[in-house]
């Protein structure tokens, strides 16, 4: 089971620059993923996807790289600004079930 | 933009009580899903629900547990009868037949004393 209170990793960074959290996946056969940002007291927002039939797909500051070899997901965040500061979750699901898994978090801060 | 409210925000009550979280999936969206959080842990799946019925659950969801869609717009997480380590962070999410993007609520924080 869980252990109480789980120590979130935590990635500080200097306001404007990049950022690069990491998420490690479990499941070989996932082949659809999310990240997503999650502010306190706020439920899990979108960010950007990508399918296990791509190794890379950007969007507006972020970019998502995908290394099926290694099961290791990335999310880029060019130019970090302060609103970015929130706890990311990376989510994978597999082609014939329903539920997307969460990873464990990383808690990003910026540094003004 | 549209969005998955739920309600209430906030819930507190006794042990033992039963408790129905109230959801409002985005209005296209077909596939439903219970999630929970508790305090500083990682969002875990509880339950999904399409077509009317349930369509993959977690071991958390046992009986005390169970959802509803009573009509053509609520998504209902019904606790029959609530023990203290159900305190957490109850989010529902929705998503359509043909995109896999899943979208949140902002969740409903659930107490139980």
């Known amino acids: 089971g869980e252990s109480v209170g789980l120590h979130l990793p935590t990635l500080s960074v200097q306001e404007g620059d990049n950022s690069i959290i990491n998420c490690a996946y479990s499941?070989?056969?996932?082949?659809?993923f999310i990240w997503y940002k999650q502010e306190s007291g706020k439920g899990p927002q979108f960010i950007i996807d990508i399918r296990s039939n791509m190794d890379k797909r950007q969007g507006q500051r972020v970019t998502v790289l995908l290394n099926k070899t290694v099961k290791h997901l990335s999310l880029q965040i060019a130019a970090t600004q302060p609103g970015d500061s929130a706890v990311y979750f990376c989510?994978?699901?597999?082609?014939?079930?329903?539920?997307?898994?969460f990873g464990t978090g990383t808690r990003l801060k910026v540094l003004a | 933009e549209p969005e998955v409210t739920q309600t209430p925000s906030h819930q507190v009550t006794q042990m033992g009580q039963e408790v129905i979280l109230r959801c409002v999936p985005i209005s296209n969206h077909l596939y439903f899903y219970w999630y929970r959080q508790i305090l500083g842990q990682k969002v875990e799946f509880l339950v999904s629900f399409y077509n009317n019925e349930i369509s993959e659950k977690s071991e958390i969801f046992d009986d005390q547990f169970s959802v509803e869609r009573p009509d053509g717009s609520n998504f209902t997480l019904k606790i029959r009868s609530t023990k203290l380590e159900d305190s957490a962070m109850y989010f529902c999410?929705?998503?359509?037949?043909?995109?896999?993007?899943?979208?949140f609520g902002s969740g409903t924080q659930l107490s139980v004393l």
């Open positions: 989510a994978e699901r597999t082609s014939g079930t329903y539920k997307y898994i």
């Open positions: 999410a929705s998503r359509t037949d043909a995109n896999e993007k899943l979208f």
């Open positions: 499941n070989s056969a996932s082949d659809y």
